[in-house]
């Protein structure tokens, strides 16, 4: 009797034990994320922060407010990029998101199984292709083909950077739109057709506001990969050296692809410089998901109230 | 109930193994890594010992000292390379470079106060005093489309064209069309050089110039735009883009040897023939051998054979 308790006792302290090690593990495990941001931002903030303060500081104004970077001559001004950057975001965005959830409808709501079968893996191959393949066929097509029409005689421009970044983001927007369309419940659309609705009512007034919110964040995964993206569009957008863009077919050169660009080579000031550009696009990504975060979780509850 | 706890047991064992494999390959594949650069290092030492003038061995045994080499920047990439793969055949000699531009290095050669100047420029005839080196040529081409009937351009017009002066190609004797002007990243060597040699450098880059990365992106721009202009260095001039000449010569390293092709430049270094140290002999010797030009040539230079 004595002895069986012993036991029990031993055995328990074991799993007790087991336990903690487990818990350690979990513990590591989730640290590493969390430490990597931590590192990336102090590194990223104490580089690109250094030239704006000490002696011979640039104008922190100058630089955020500026239209020409020519680090020759000591000009760092990167408005005109910022601009660029949220342009061909937007513009990405108001071309892939439309594209993107009616393919997800399509996908979810009204095609055949086995076209299904041949879309989806379609789509899926799309969101494995290296970006820098994306930019090769930019340069290739879609630049060549801007190209005969665009009025400046050249492809590379804001256009070709937004029909480049709205089919890199449309696989995301696909996905998760379908999944969100698919989590809709049934019971929804039979009301919908109890109420003699027809399909197509049904789909845009019930079952795509039911799922708005996960459309919304597929929307800020989408933000999140077109403003970061730096290979493809390094390849297309002309990266003129300043000068606000003016219509879809000027040239533009995003944040991102400034700090490729040039990294390098590039020593002293004008590498503190180029982290600085990295602290704005940091700043950003932080903002615009902290934003949309925010907007997602309301727009949630009050799904869920209703 | 057992064999739940077994299996906990195994993946537990599972994911340890997993996580202490991930930890020891990071530290193996380090040590991999110093291997093979220790190996390369031994491997390309022993031709090299074979190869090198004897008289230039029986020194190396003997050389120790520091060596102080400052000047032009644009000679960085290859003098950088130059040296670390000196020193590594002499241990004893630190070779210190400092960017200063070129006419400062050729006055630190003048007075005194380095061992080698770098220079990227001919010496101006009142530098006088010093023996130069030629290690390289650096030669740039100004390329158009294939389809381009442009076939010379003055520098000036090079000039204008880059600064935004000239806009249609019918102002240099073309049909009438937009010239679409393509350049380089602002860190780019290449760029520097171009910027310095047409004079653009005081003028500034037109604002509305597309800057692609890398020479075979301004090829591929040029090669695919019938009114782009770009330069690139001469190992880049292929099928696709048309090489103009300039003031009338044509882009050949020959002739940017003979210094008629004025997009062209030698990197010297300059030295005082009554005090220069052996180590620093020792590799003014080593920057024509063959080892040193391959390096010439990893950076787009021209050797100078």
């Not at chain 2, 120790?64 to 670390?84: C, R």
């Not at chain 2, 049909?175 to 653009?200: P, Q, W």
């Amino acid at each position: 009797m004595n002895n069986a308790n012993k036991e029990k006792i031993v055995a328990k302290r074991q799993k007790d034990y087991k336990e903690k090690v487990f818990h350690f593990i979990f513990l590591v495990s989730a640290l590493v994320s969390v430490l990597s941001v931590i590192a990336i931002i102090v590194f990223v903030f104490s580089k690109g922060l250094k030239p704006f303060f000490g002696e011979g500081a640039y104008s922190f104004f100058d630089f955020i407010t500026g239209l020409k970077w020519d680090p020759g001559n000591d000009v760092y001004g990167i408005f005109y990029m910022i601009v660029g950057s949220v342009l061909a975001t937007l513009g990405a965005i108001v071309l892939g998101v439309p594209i993107g959830l009616l393919t997800a409808v399509f996908i979810a709501e009204i095609a055949p199984k086995k076209i299904v079968a041949i879309i989806r893996p379609a789509i899926e191959l799309l969101a494995g292709i290296p970006s820098v393949i994306y930019g090769a066929f930019g340069l290739g097509v879609i630049v060549q083909l801007i190209k005969k029409v665009s009025p400046t005689g050249q492809g590379e421009s804001l256009l070709a950077v937004i029909c480049v970044l709205a089919i890199m983001i449309l696989p995301t927007i696909i996905t998760l739109s379908e999944s969100s369309l698919r989590a809709v419940p049934k019971s929804y659309r039979e009301a919908s057709y109890g109420l003699g609705a027809s399909k197509i009512q049904t789909i845009f007034k019930t079952v795509v506001p039911a799922a708005k919110s996960g459309i919304l964040s597929a929307t800020v995964l989408g933000i999140g990969r077109a403003i970061g993206e730096t290979m493809a569009v390094m390849m297309i957008a002309g990266n003129n050296i300043g000068g606000l863009p003016n219509s879809i077919w000027s040239k533009i050169r995003p944040l991102t692809s400034n700090i490729s660009m040039e990294m390098s080579y590039a020593s002293g000031r004008h590498q503190d410089m180029l982290f600085a550009t990295g602290v704005v696009l940091f700043i950003f990504i932080l903002v615009i998901n902290t934003v949309l975060i925010r907007l997602t979780g309301k727009m949630g509850d009050e799904g869920s109230k209703k | 109930m057992k064999k739940f706890f077994n299996m906990k047991k195994i993946i537990g064992f599972m994911l340890v193994a997993t996580m202490m494999f991930g930890l020891s390959a990071c530290g193996t594949k380090k040590a991999k890594v110093d291997e093979k650069v220790t190996d390369t290092r031994e491997q390309t030492q022993t031709p090299e010992a074979t190869q090198t003038p004897a008289e230039t061995n029986t020194d190396a045994a003997a050389l120790a000292g520091t060596v102080s080499i400052t000047g032009s920047t644009s000679v960085e990439k290859i003098l950088m390379d130059m040296i670390s793969d000196f020193t590594a055949y002499n241990p004893d000699v630190t070779i210190n470079y400092t960017g200063t531009g070129s006419s400062a290095g050729i006055a630190d050669a003048m007075n005194g106060s380095n061992d080698i100047g770098a220079s990227s420029r001919n010496l101006k005839s009142e530098e006088t005093g010093l023996e130069q080196v030629e290690f390289a040529y650096d030669g740039i081409a100004v390329v158009l489309h294939p389809s381009n009937k442009v076939a010379d351009l003055t520098m000036d017009q090079i000039l204008k064209i880059y600064s935004g002066e000239i806009t249609n190609w019918s102002e240099v004797g073309g049909k009438d069309a937009k010239i679409i002007v393509v350049s380089r990243e602002s860190a780019s060597g290449t760029r520097g050089a171009f910027e310095e040699l047409t004079g653009l450098k005081d003028v500034g880059l037109v604002e509305s110039a597309t800057v692609v990365e890398g020479n075979g992106n301004v090829q591929a721009t040029v090669a695919g735009n019938e009114n782009a202009i770009g330069y690139v260095s001469f190992s880049f001039i292929n099928d696709t883009v048309k090489a103009v000449t300039v003031d009338g010569v044509k882009a050949t390293p020959e002739n940017a040897k003979a210094g008629t092709y004025v997009l062209s430049r030698p990197f010297l270094l300059v030295y005082n023939k009554d005090t220069v140290t052996p180590e620093a002999k020792a590799f003014l010797d080593y920057v024509v051998t063959e080892d040193a030009q391959t390096f010439v040539e990893d950076h787009g230079g021209i050797r100078i054979d």
